[in-house]
């Protein structure tokens, strides 16, 4: 978020807006756990957008975002029991 600001805000209006941000959602940990299945998650090509998708899912997250937009999360990716 920090690089796809830089183009419209100096780098310290950047670091307030992420400030604010994180003051509004839940931030998701990244962890061991999360980077092995990422690791072990061949339905993404994209490693980063894996990595938030396994947070995503640690959290029941409903969405998801992507630099062209959200998407819904697959509720077969939550584990069951």
């Keep these: 978020m ?3 600001l830089r ?3 100096n780098p310290d209006e950047r670091r307030n807006f992420i400030k604010d941000l994180c003051n509004i959602f839940y ?3 990244l962890d061991e756990k999360k ?3 990422a690791l072990d998650n061949y339905g993404f090509t ?3 957008d894996c990595l938030q998708e396994e947070s995503a899912v640690e959290v029941v997250a ?3 975002t992507k630099s062209k937009g959200f998407y819904k999360i697959k509720s077969e990716s939550y584990p069951t029991g």
């Design 2 to 4: 920090f690089y796809i």
């Design 7 to 9: 183009k419209d805000f």
């Design 27 to 29: 931030i998701s940990n």
């Design 35 to 37: 980077v092995v299945a």
């Design 46 to 48: 994209d490693f980063e």
């Design 62 to 64: 409903d969405y998801n």
